[in-house]
């Protein structure tokens, strides 16, 4: 069924929406207050995120370090659990740290990650840039700690940034990693030159 232009306009005006130009967008939420060495450039804000992402033993994440490295509005999205692979969860910044929050409340025994502690690094990285957006896929690696030799998974953190108002931003998140069936290609173990 073809709409005419008269029934869709009062089908707009029923639902409050209507066809007219939009107003102004609504201004962003006031930015959050950065170190500006972690927002300097595409390569400190990922250099900021890897590291406030990281506790030592009995710690937890710096979250305002956390927040103030990502954009209003920005998204958080892990790889699907085990338990669920038809469910995606897509966070806000607080929703990842409250869930990261409730996973270690849960874990305290000696050798739960809380008491362990989480530390990641990049691996390697790929880089395509155009204007203001970069998007990095960057290779991890998660150990409990910076000195273990080798790390407990790896994967690949698909980061997209945005230079805005003189600083860098992390807009969204998505990450998946190493399992059975699923091993790192090589060309993601090494940076291009």
């Known amino acids: 069924m073809r709409l005419s232009p008269t029934i869709l306009a009062a089908a707009l005006a029923a639902t409050g929406l209507d066809a007219q130009q939009p107003g102004p967008p609504p201004p962003l939420a006031a930015p959050s207050t950065a170190n500006p060495a972690d927002v300097a450039s595409a390569d400190a804000i990922v250099t900021a995120l890897y590291e406030a992402v990281g506790f030592p033993p009995g710690g937890r994440q710096d979250s305002t370090r956390m927040r103030s ?3 209003p509005g920005a998204h958080l999205v892990p790889p699907p659990s085990p ?3 038809d469910s995606v969860a897509v966070w ?3 929703e990842y740290l409250r869930t990261v929050n409730a996973l270690l409340d ?3 025994s000696a050798t739960g990650m809380h008491a362990r502690g989480f530390s990641e690094r990049e691996a390697s990285r ?3 840039s155009f204007g203001n957006l970069v998007h990095v ?3 991890y690696e998660s150990r409990n700690t910076a000195r273990d030799s080798l790390p407990f998974t790896r994967g690949i953190n698909s980061i997209q940034l945005m230079k805005h108002n003189g600083r860098w931003w992390v807009v969204n998140i998505a ?4 399992r059975p069936g699923l091993e790192l290609p090589t060309e993601y173990l090494t ?3």
């Open 92 to 94: 806000t910044v607080d």
């Open 106 to 108: 849960r874990d305290t």
């Open 69 to 71: 490295l990502f954009f």
């Open 83 to 85: 338990r669920r692979p």
């Open 137 to 139: 896929f960057s290779t």
């Open 126 to 128: 790929r880089t395509e």
């Open 191 to 193: 940076t291009p030159r």
């Open 175 to 178: 990450w998946d990693q190493e």
